[in-house]
T-cell receptor, first 117, second 110 residues
């Protein structure tokens, strides 16, 4: 089955611009999470969407936003880009919260590498 | 503040060596501990540990969780060049948010 698909894979923007990244989860997965990965900070949680609702949110400024569509596809948007937003943005999908006591196992996409000049 | 700390940050070994990667965590409402392997881009799932003291194995890889001392280890025996990657540890909050460590970069040379 197809994995998590993220587009675009690479993009270059300048400070002050905005960017929209897209994520198509694995078929049947209704939860989509977004993470930012930088060399110094590692993977940091941005937000999680389930059934078109934001279910969880990390500690990022309001310039970072997202949404999920009825087909579970998700987009994240970063407005007023700053140099520090340069990072690999990873999307991950899962079926739902585990009913067995453990966490959901996330399946990650290959990421969108954003460079802000 | 929730945090996950991995050590060492980097490790260089020769093929055939055995390595132990460490992960300690301080997470309120802890639920599970997960290990991922990241070679180029997408982290791939290795293990999820929920109970203390129960070793999980997959081939040459094994992992165990100690919920009293708040740490986990990942062992790789008879390392191969294909094991070269960044190994990520993540603690799952009860809201399912994952808190990741910064990873251990493993390089295996022939």
């Amino acid at each position: 089955k197809a994995g998590v698909t993220q587009t675009p894979r690479y993009l270059i923007k300048t400070r002050g611009q905005q960017v929209t990244l897209s994520c198509s989860p694995i078929s049947g997965h209704r939860s989509v999470s977004w993470y930012q990965q930088t060399p110094g900070q590692g993977l940091q949680f941005l937000f999680e969407y389930f059934s078109e609702t934001q279910r969880n949110k990390g500690n990022f400024p309001g310039r970072f936003s997202g949404r999920q569509f009825s087909n579970s596809r998700s987009e994240m948007n970063v407005s007023t880009l700053e140099l520090g937003d340069s990072a690999l943005y990873l999307c991950a999908s899962s079926k739902d919260r585990s009913v067995y006591g453990g966490a959901n196992v996330l399946t990650f996409g290959a990421g969108s590498r954003l460079t802000v000049l | 503040e929730d945090k996950v700390v991995q050590s060492p940050l980097s490790l260089v070994v020769h093929e055939g060596d055995t390595v132990t990667l460490n992960c300690s965590y301080e997470v309120t409402n802890f639920r599970s501990l997960l290990w991922y392997k990241q070679e180029k881009k997408a982290p791939t799932f290795l293990f999820m540990l929920t109970s203390s003291g129960i070793e999980k194995k997959s081939g040459r890889l094994s992992s165990i969780l100690d919920k009293k001392e708040l740490f986990s280890i990942l062992n790789i025996t008879a390392t191969q060049t294909g094991d070269s990657a960044v190994y990520l540890c993540a603690a799952a909050h009860n809201t399912d948010k994952l808190i990741f460590g910064t990873g251990t970069r493993l390089q295996v040379f022939p």
